[in-house]
């Protein structure tokens, strides 16, 4: 079963809204991680947080983390036409570190 | 550096048939893994290994065979192709500890008539 399950599945807003989307998972984790994959390409790594962080930013993504509710959300601010894509939420589980398993992924549409 | 390199890109197989993935990364990287992607299933994990010599089970492991004898390469093995099988695969690589990021390769599109 996957470990991560992303929500929405589907996502769809206007060119310069916040797109948010959430992360759950079942075990206890050593990091998280966010991915985008463009349609037909390989998974490009966005943003880890490690399972003693809150919140990080890069640019752009903010991503939270509450271990206590075994959830995570990403979010993207003043989104643009090119962050059109799918985003997986991947995690690390905190027994065996390099079982690394994503989730269903949330399909972000953004349009201009 | 190329980075993570899958071949083929696109391969059509009978069911019954045999064939091999290959993947190739030129970062000195220890950890390698193959996942597999489906619609609605997300990607999920078949086999992965730590280090040359050492490989280890996935989520779905059943009709795939790997090995792991150099850094570099890890090549995915379908020994009796089926229908089952057909999906989008991908190679990912990473350092083994500190950095935990994972890079893809492009995949290989799997179709099993």
């Known amino acids: ?112 | 550096n190329a980075g993570v390199t899958q071949t083929p890109k696109f391969q059509v197989l009978k069911t019954g048939q045999s064939m091999t993935l290959q993947c190739a990364q030129d970062m000195n990287h220890e950890y390698m893994s193959w996942y597999r992607q489906d619609p609605g299933m997300g990607l999920r994990l078949i086999h992965y290994s730590v280090g040359a010599g050492i490989t280890d089970q996935g989520e779905v492991p059943n009709g795939y065979n790997v090995s792991r004898s150099t850094t570099e390469d890890f090549p995915l093995r379908l020994l009796s192709a089926a229908p089952s099988q057909t999906s989008v695969y991908f190679c990912a690589s990473r350092e083994n500890r500190g950095r935990y990021e994972q890079y893809f390769g492009p995949g290989t599109r799997l179709t099993v008539t």
Request: hydrophobic share 30%; aromatic share 8%; proline share 3%.
């Open chain 1, 1 to 112: 079963s996957q470990q991560g399950e992303e929500d929405p599945q589907a996502l769809s807003i206007q060119e310069g809204e916040n797109a948010t989307m959430n992360c759950s998972y079942k075990t206890s984790i050593n990091n998280l991680q966010w991915y985008r994959q463009n349609s037909g390409r390989g998974l490009v790594h966005l943003i880890l947080i490690r399972s003693n962080e809150r919140e990080k930013h890069s640019g752009r993504l903010r991503v939270t983390l509450d271990t206590s509710k075994k959830s995570s959300s990403l979010l993207i601010t003043a989104s643009r036409a090119a962050d059109t894509a799918s985003y997986f939420c991947a995690t690390d589980p905190s027994w065996g570190y390099q079982k690394v398993t994503f989730g269903i992924g949330t399909k972000l549409q953004v349009i201009p």
